[in-house]
């Protein structure tokens, strides 16, 4: 039988050919992380090869993502559909072993890794969803949401502040299902860390409120095995185990240096590290005893059949709850629930009410949320301001986790890196809310939400100059223009309380990427609006105000400024002028619609066309062309009340008709 030094050697032998072929890669982590990667997926990760969905299977995250090879040999060597041929067309076009683990392209990977301290931060949204998951669902004698997250991160990862963001608050909500390993090797691309790297971390995260196990030989298995079974006693607190190792373990001259980090060990030295390693099958030829040996279908199987016999007593003893558990974790809503929300859309129509929209935003959760247990919230400190707690909120705690509130504190990225752990993990509709300005400080975890096709829902206040008092800081120009470029994002910015609920209901319904939800400070007036017209709310952009035959003039506006561009196209058309309003709350939504529908609402033979928008002016060019204009910000703002601000910067009424005019 193979020791466990020649099935992690599989781990090293792969990691280094397949890297050796594409001529790029990072050889170093695999190699060094071989032998506890061999201990915990051989003695202990709860999964199932033939189903990697399997609802309560452990989950993996490689936070060090340039190791990537590290993963996929893992998932090869398991029995993951992951043939011998993925991995020698690692990072090749159209392979599933990109340079980096992304979701969706090899069954077994749980997310995108690569930017770092991401991973690890997905990794506390998991383990908080299976707490979470648990406390909602799990009955006396009744474990049906059991499992645990486990997580490989190097010193990058540890360096980026966004892991002191949320692994400060694993520690805060108890999260003893987590558990973590440090790759301590040491090294980083410029060479050894000691230069920009010296925190006490075992320190650090016992004042998280973590259990540490310190001094653990990463090359040592028994160590290793003995380490993850003290982690896994206790179920209070996440763990972190600290794993020195030696990057590129078993390279004879580049072992323990940068070398090896991210290039290709080269063909001669791959030669001297199977000798050393006594590793003597040709490149991609692993023995058949040692696929034997890590093959985890039988167990994986026997595993998942013996969850699905207790999942099988929970639903004779709790059948409404295993209904509503399995709805929850496929990712469906309610039936009725569409039905539900536009009759209250409907009912909000009929019912004016001119109020913020961040309000709004609030009237809609508390209107959709009793039809929405799987509705996750939270906001990073501002809850008063962002208004997300509605009057189903319950909060998260450590010892009470059945509630559907998260208060993540001032954590912006860590808050959004999480929303998308607990997004992949299941079981949620997690939302979460900061001021738009502070979107910047979380944009990576917004774009992996993008990246992943995962639909997370972001929710930003405070969307322009509106918010008058706080100045440039606070005031968004630039953000919106940034989260419109973004691949896969929808981007909603209502102008009422009845686009605000429509904005929400898209959201929820959308499974296959993310959404912004953009709301404002000050109070908004509500827009008449026939039933035609209301149905096309959810189109993204659609006509609210209209003249007779073809309109001279259209003017664009979303949010705050809808009720400029109306009252401009009323002082126009008492002017004599054919004006036509178009409210376009979503330029995502409105771009994914027919070409027939874009051109009924914006004719290309109506050249005369003025957008307005108290934000930077740059995504307007595409619906007004280089002769139409623009109202909007070209500078940082100023500190003053809402409405002087507006007219200090020209975003006016009267600007609108000028501007028109002069076209």
């Known amino acids: ?346 009912e909000l129509q009929a019912n004016p009410q001119n109020i913020a929209s961040r309000k709004a935003s609030q009237n809609a959760l508390n209107a959709f949320g009793p039809l929405l247990p799987e509705l996750l919230g939270g906001s990073a400190d501002l809850a008063g301001s962002n208004l997300t707690i509605w009057s189903g909120s319950k909060g998260v705690e450590a010892n009470d986790a059945s509630g559907n509130y998260i208060y993540y504190g001032v954590r912006e990225f860590g808050m959004s890196a999480m929303m998308n752990g607990i997004t992949l993990h299941g079981g949620f509709k997690a939302y979460g809310a900061t001021f738009l300005m502070f979107m910047e400080y979380a944009r990576n975890a917004v774009r992996m939400a993008a990246l992943m096709k995962q639909p997370a829902i972001f929710v930003y206040t405070h969307d322009s100059i509106g918010l008058g008092e706080d100045g440039p800081t606070h005031q968004p120009v630039e953000q919106v223009v940034a989260l419109r470029s973004t691949p896969n994002l929808d981007n909603w910015r209502p102008c009422d309380q009845v686009e605000s609920a429509v904005a929400w209901k898209s959201a929820i319904e959308r499974n296959d990427g993310p959404t912004t939800l953009i709301f404002t400070r000050q109070g908004l007036p509500q827009q008449n609006r026939d039933a035609q017209q209301l149905a096309n709310v959810a189109k993204g952009g659609y006509i609210l105000v209209d003249c007779d035959g073809t309109p001279e003039y259209i003017l664009i506006a979303t949010g705050s400024e809808v009720q400029l561009a109306v009252e401009a196209a009323q002082q126009l058309s008492e002017q004599g002028k054919a004006v036509r309003v178009v409210s376009m709350p979503s330029t995502d939504v409105f771009d994914k619609q027919s070409a027939e529908y874009r051109e009924s609402v914006l004719p290309s033979t109506v050249v005369k066309r003025v957008a307005v928008e108290a934000l930077s002016k740059d995504s307007w060019y595409k619906y007004v062309g280089f002769n139409g204009a623009i109202i909007g910000m070209e500078t940082f703002g100023e500190s003053a009340p809402a409405g002087e601000l507006y007219k200090h910067f020209n975003i006016t009424t009267d600007a609108v008709v000028e501007a028109a005019l002069a076209l």
């Open 1 to 346: 039988m193979p020791t466990r030094r020649e099935l992690a050697n599989a781990i090293r032998a792969l990691s280094m050919d397949a890297v050796q072929q594409a001529k790029s890669g990072h050889p170093g982590a695999p190699m060094g992380m071989a032998d506890i990667a061999q201990v915990l997926w051989c003695d202990f990760l709860s999964h199932n090869p033939a189903n990697p969905n399997w609802a309560n299977r452990d989950r993996f995250v490689l936070s060090n993502g340039h190791g990537s090879m590290l993963l996929y040999s893992l998932l090869h060597l398991a029995g993951y559909e992951l043939p011998i041929e993925e991995l020698k067309q690692f990072r090749q076009l159209h392979s599933k072993t990109p340079g980096h683990p992304e979701y969706g392209y090899a069954p077994g990977v749980e997310t995108t890794t690569g930017p770092l301290g991401q991973g690890i931060s997905n990794a506390v949204g998991m383990a908080l969803a299976e707490k979470i998951m648990a406390a909602q669902f799990n009955r006396e004698g009744h474990d049906i949401v059991d499992h645990y997250t486990y997580a490989f991160m190097g010193d990058g990862c540890l360096m980026e502040g966004i892991s002191h963001e949320t692994c400060s608050l694993a520690g805060t909500l108890g999260l003893g299902k987590l558990i973590a390993f440090w790759d301590d090797n040491g090294i980083s691309i410029d060479g050894e860390v000691e230069g920009w790297f010296t925190d006490d971390t075992p320190a650090r995260f016992k004042s998280y409120g973590w259990e540490v196990i310190d001094g653990v030989d990463g090359h040592d298995a028994e160590q290793v095995k003995a380490a993850i079974e003290k982690a896994q006693a206790n179920t209070t607190q996440p763990t972190l185990i600290c794993c020195k190792t030696v990057i590129g373990f078993g390279s004879p001259n580049k072992e323990g240096t940068e070398s090896c980090h991210g290039a290709p060990l080269g063909d001669d030295e791959i030669a001297a590290t199977r000798e050393k390693l006594g590793w003597s099958h040709a490149p991609f030829h692993v023995p058949e005893d040692i696929y034997a040996q890590w093959d985890a279908n039988t167990v994986g199987g026997e595993k998942e059949a013996a969850w699905n016999a207790a999942f099988e007593a929970y639903s004779e003893a709790y059948p409404e709850l295993a209904a509503e558990f399995s709805r929850r974790v496929n990712g469906e809503l309610p039936s009725d629930f569409s039905e539900k929300a536009d009759a209250i859309i409907a």
